[in-house]
T-cell receptor, first 112, second 115 residues
Framework: KQEVTQIPAALSVPEGENLVLNCSFT??????LQWFRQDPGKGLTSLLL?????REQTSGRLNASLDKSSGRSTLYIAASQPGDSATYLC???????????FGGGTRLMVKP | DTGVSQDPRHKITKRGQNVTFRCDPI?????LYWYRQTLGQGPEFLTY????????KSRLLSDRFSAERPKGSFSTLEIQRTEQGDSAMYLC?????????????FGPGTRLLVL
């Protein structure tokens, strides 16, 4: 059974810092990996999707990397802003069309 | 297209009552998913449709839960004889189902409180 873990569970940083969020998964036979953002009481917003054959994806100040063999992904956020404050969730799928298995999330607070 | 929509956004019900939630996916998306999220946790998969066919169901989906997607468009999730443990956010997502375009797009969720 696939298990996804995110560390740390919570993170507080001053504005402007670069930061790294970590995600690990137990079964390396994944199909793809997605990073999401969730604001309190709201649905999920997709940030990046990495196919199993890819090593990284970038969107603006966000960069996500994938190392299948070690079962790890990182989300790098450059020059953090207070508007980045949210919960960040990592999720993996193990075959096309399959369910996403989510980690517990990292709750990020960026202080002005 | 404005994305995935869900109705209602909030539902308060008494234990033992039946509730039904609706999800309208992005119009060209053939895949539709239901997830459940409790406070402080990541979402958990409930069930998945490709067009009108329900292809996968989680063990979380007890016999009190039923989902449909008639004609492969909108979907409904019904919970019969609700229990307090059913209180959660119910999230719907859809995807195109084409390789390299499999991002799941989520709706705003329906928050259920069972008293």
């Amino acid at each position: 059974k696939q298990e996804v873990t995110q560390i740390p569970a919570a993170l507080s940083v001053p504005e402007g810092e670069n930061l790294v969020l970590n995600c690990s998964f137990t079964d390396s036979a994944i199909y793809n990996l997605q990073w999401f953002r969730q604001d309190p009481g709201k649905g999920l917003t997709s940030l990046l999707l990495i196919q199993s054959s890819q090593r990284e994806q970038t969107s603006g100040r966000l960069n996500a990397s994938l190392d299948k063999s070690s079962g790890r992904s990182t989300l790098y956020i450059a020059a953090s802003q207070p508007g980045d404050s949210a919960t960040y969730l990592c999720a993996v799928s193990t075959r096309a069309g399959n369910m996403l298995t989510f980690g517990g999330g990292t709750r990020l607070m960026v202080k002005p | 297209d404005t994305g995935v929509s869900q109705d209602p956004r909030h539902k308060i019900t008494k234990r033992g009552q039946n509730v039904t939630f609706r999800c309208d996916p992005i119009s060209e998306h053939n895949r539709l998913y239901w997830y459940r999220q409790t406070l402080g946790q990541g979402p958990e998969f409930l069930t998945y449709f490709q067009n009108e066919a329900q292809l996968e169901k989680s063990r979380l989906l007890s016999d009190r839960f039923s989902a449909e997607r008639p004609k492969g468009s909108f979907s409904t999730l019904e919970i019969q004889r609700t229990e307090q443990g059913d209180s959660a956010m119910y999230l719907c997502a859809s995807s195109l189902g084409v390789r390299a375009q499999e991002t799941q797009y989520f709706g705003p969720g329906t928050r259920l409180l069972v008293l």
